[in-house]
């Protein structure tokens, strides 16, 4: 889903989340906005249904989605980067 | 909608609520299956039920049978049963009428090697369900309400954004139905491997926290015992690449439809929950034998959300699909009854929680679901040990 001006949505589920998830393809460069107007800019192409960082992630720290820790950010994320197993993984 | 929240059902005898008013013929073990088929061929109007188990196993599975069958017979969506058993299995039509008599409801039995084989049993079936059928229909509707109701709460054929759309649409529900007095099950308890922190949270007492624990554990030691190696991948090659990264995301993806009140009861397969409100219930994560749990606790009514689509039923208990996106919801428009897809346009969670709260009332009133259109009624139930 893209908005009239090509921005795309993306869904943050909780207000704690540091992820959010691209509801329609974006380009690298395009903008990400989110239900409350914040918006982005992806720093990479990332795919529908995939997880955008919308703030910096330091290696080590906790990646939130429902405002729950779903692992550990492998190396250093910056905001507008796709998020999934090439930088995060399950914390033990 | 709360004051508005009432609809027509069926009270039953043990004062739970029927949205149908169904009466049921039940083989108690795979031998009766033909007649129970035969039956329901010359009477459609029968929610005809069969399956592969009542008898050839240990005793703890034995338990689960009766438990589960007994259940269903005392679903309130049954208003009668017709029992149908061979004669020398263990799950026999009397230890199954016995096994539900606090229900209060016409139950009969009849018994193949009893009454001189199947054709006999046949037509003594045909013409009790006859019967109980023209009895039913004279029942009187009376008023229910949103605390009457009971919710199973279920997701499969999911996708990347059933964690997203319809599983926290369902979530919203869920809250807006225990606000309201009603019961809400959430199983399943394969997905809530790596989701054990948020359910402990939402546990109302230390109690129901540490009865949690443990079938979670269990459920993860099981799966690292009969799956090995590959119990990792209770997070599939194809959730990976429909963007998800880690268990403990598909598992909150999961727990999402149980919305965000207290869970008030920890109980086993089939198990009735005594107290109304958000309840869990261990359950394998396998689509049919999560409803025939639900359903043999007293579950009117099953929300199943869906993002690759099934077409999934169950016998005499309608189950709502709620689609994860509207691609599905259009190509599958014959077997999916509501759409979460437009959360992903900017709709709210909470405004499709509301939807679905409406289309229940709905059904609860009487309207069919695609599954009842259609004619899914899949049964099948959860077993422990190997056959004997």
């Not at chain 2, 964690?163 to 809530?192: F, H, S, W, Y």
């Not at chain 2, 689609?323 to 709709?347: H, Q, V």
Request: some cysteine; overall charge negative; charged content about 20%.
């Amino acid at each position: 889903m893209k908005a009239s001006d090509g921005a795309v949505l993306a869904i943050r589920v909780h207000p704690h989340d540091n992820v959010a998830v691209l509801a329609a393809d974006v380009q690298a460069g395009g903008a990400v906005r989110l239900a409350d107007g914040t918006e982005l800019q992806a720093v990479e192409a990332i795919t529908r249904g995939s997880k955008v960082a919308l703030i910096p992630i330091p290696c080590g720290k906790a990646v939130i989605r429902y405002g729950e820790e779903i692992g550990k950010a492998t190396k250093d994320i910056s905001a507008g980067e796709h998020v999934h197993t090439h930088n995060l993984r399950r914390g033990e | 909608m709360s004051a508005d929240f009432v609809f027509q059902g069926w009270r039953r005898p043990d004062g739970r609520m029927g949205i149908r008013n169904h009466c049921l013929v039940l083989a108690t073990v795979s031998c009766a299956a033909g007649v129970v088929r035969e039956v329901s061929r010359r009477l459609p109007a029968v929610v005809a039920v069969e399956h592969a188990h009542g008898c050839g196993r240990g005793g703890p599975d034995l338990g689960l049978q009766v438990k589960t069958l007994a259940g269903l017979v005392q679903n309130p969506n049954v208003g009668a049963a017709v029992l149908v058993g061979l004669g020398c299995e263990v799950t026999s039509p009397l230890v199954l009428k016995s096994a539900a008599s606090a229900s209060g409801k016409p139950v009969e039995t009849v018994v193949i090697q009893e009454v001189g084989g199947s054709r006999k049993a046949v037509d003594q079936v045909e013409a009790l369900a006859r019967r109980l059928l023209g009895e039913l229909e004279d029942l009187p509707r009376q008023t229910g309400t949103a605390a009457d109701l009971m919710v199973g709460l279920k997701c499969g054929a999911s996708d990347t954004f059933s964690g997203l759309t319809a599983n926290p649409a369902v979530g919203k529900l869920a809250d807006r139905l225990v606000q309201l007095g009603g019961t809400a099950i959430l199983g399943e308890t394969t997905e809530m491997i790596g989701a054990l922190g948020p359910l402990l949270k939402l546990s109302e007492t230390e109690e129901v926290a540490a009865r949690l624990r443990v079938k979670v554990e269990r459920q993860e030691a099981l799966a690292h015992e009969i799956l090995g190696p590959l119990a990792g991948r209770v997070i599939a090659p194809g959730n990976v690449e429909g963007g998800l990264t880690t268990i403990a995301e598909k598992a909150l993806g999961c727990i999402a439809k149980a919305g965000s009140t207290p869970i008030r009861q920890v109980l086993d397969y089939a198990d009735r929950p005594s107290r109304n409100g958000l309840v869990v219930m261990d359950t394998p994560g396998y689509d049919v034998e999560t409803m025939a749990g639900m359903a043999a606790a007293g579950a009117q009514v099953i929300l199943f959300t869906t993002g690759r689509g099934t077409p999934v039923g169950f016998p005499a208990v309608p189950v709502i699909k709620i689609s994860s996106n509207s691609e599905l919801f259009e190509a599958m428009t014959d077997d999916i009854d509501l759409d979460a897809g437009p959360i992903l346009a900017g709709k709210s969670a909470a405004e499709v929680g509301e939807e679905i709260l409406a289309l229940l009332l709905r059904v609860a009133g009487g309207e069919k679901v695609k599954a009842e259109i259609n004619g899914q009624a899949v049964f099948a139930f959860a077993q422990e040990g190997p056959a004997f």
